[in-house]
């Protein structure tokens, strides 16, 4: 079945951690999206890739990197995990002629 | 700066009522105008979405209206049903980001028995 993975799911780690949030997908979509969503709150658009070796950064400033070495992987990198960093972090992704962006179920990032 | 202003933050409806939810925005270049539906612990879902060429579209007991001159769109759920208690998100995108949204500040809907 084609669909969108994250994991972890929940994740709680000590301020100064280097964490990656994994992010793979089944649909064979080139393009893939980094959102972040506080609780109760909006979601911001912080990375998205167009294809295999091309990433940019969104509208919302994150000291997160990303990477695409893979079509189907997109995973998000945080090399000092600091408190400010807690959020849900949502990946999605679209196709070449869809307009429909697909998100996967999130990871909930607790920075203690 | 939202580009989305939606509202209201919250509404609740009895079961078979009507829920409207309302969003606006500014920039002109946006052509995509989907809704997303959430449910605790899960990520966002496609309800349905709009282009600026048509004023309405109706999925089921979900209808979007699409006002351009007003630069105003809405989401009307007829016959509000509780399995329907949600966070609902509007979005805009642009011809050829689609999958760039803009999101809403979102609506927490409560549909009572």
């Known amino acids: 079945e084609a669909d969108i993975y994250q994991t972890p799911r929940y994740l709680v780690i000590g301020t100064g951690k280097k964490i990656t949030l994994e992010c793979s997908q089944t649909?064979?979509?080139?393009?893939m999206y980094w959102y972040q969503q506080d609780p109760g709150m909006e979601l911001h658009l912080i990375h998205y890739s167009y294809g295999v070796n091309s990433t940019e950064k969104g509208d919302l400033s994150s000291e997160s990197t990303v990477s695409r070495i893979r079509t189907e992987h997109f995973p998000l990198t945080l090399e000092s995990a600091r408190p400010s960093h807690t959020s849900q972090y949502l990946c999605?992704?679209?196709?070449?002629?869809?307009?429909?962006?697909?998100f996967g179920q999130g990871t909930r990032l607790t920075v203690v | 700066q939202q580009q989305v202003k939606q509202s209201p933050q919250s509404l609740i409806v009895q079961k078979g009522g009507i829920s409207i939810i309302n969003c606006a925005y500014e920039?002109?270049?946006?052509?995509?105008f989907p809704w997303y539906q959430q449910f605790p612990g899960k990520g966002p879902a496609l309800l349905i979405a709009i282009r600026p060429d048509v004023s309405e579209k109706k999925e089921g007991r979900f209808t979007i209206s699409f006002n351009k001159s007003a630069k105003q769109f809405s989401l009307h759920i007829m016959d509000s049903q509780p399995g329907d208690s949600a966070t609902y998100f509007c979005?805009?995108?642009?011809?050829?980001?689609?999958?760039?949204?803009?999101f809403g500040a979102g609506t927490q809907v409560v549909v009572t028995p």
């Open positions: 649909m064979g979509h080139d393009k």
């Open positions: 979005a805009a995108s642009k011809i050829g980001s689609w999958g760039k949204l803009q």
């Open positions: 920039n002109t270049a946006f052509d995509y």
């Open positions: 999605a992704s679209s196709g070449v002629y869809g307009t429909e962006a697909f």
